[in-house]
């Protein structure tokens, strides 16, 4: 990977002031709480590329590399 994991636990605890994600100690509550929906990797990655309602893209912000090191992190630390 081109990201260690503590780098992309970073990058999505960053995720946390709208969503819980346990692993990366994060208890938004706006949007999903990822432990309980454990989103697939497909759909966290279109999320956090193209966004939907409240949840902005993160398309012009993250490098598409990073987009997906981010999406397959929640899926997996979500256990789906």
């Not at 605890?13 to 709480?33: E, F, I, M």
């Not at 993160?58 to 990073?66: A, C, N």
Request: hydrophobic share 30%.
């Amino acid at each position: 990977p081109a990201r260690s994991s503590g780098s992309i636990t970073r990058s999505a605890s960053s995720c946390g002031g709208c969503h819980t994600l346990a692993d990366a100690g994060t208890t938004g509550a706006v949007g999903s709480n990822f432990d309980e929906t454990k989103p697939s990797s497909e759909l966290t990655l279109d999320r956090v590329t193209n966004g939907q309602g409240g949840m902005p893209s993160f398309k012009g912000t993250l490098t598409p590399q990073q987009l997906a090191d981010v999406a397959a992190y929640v899926s997996s630390a979500a256990g789906s």
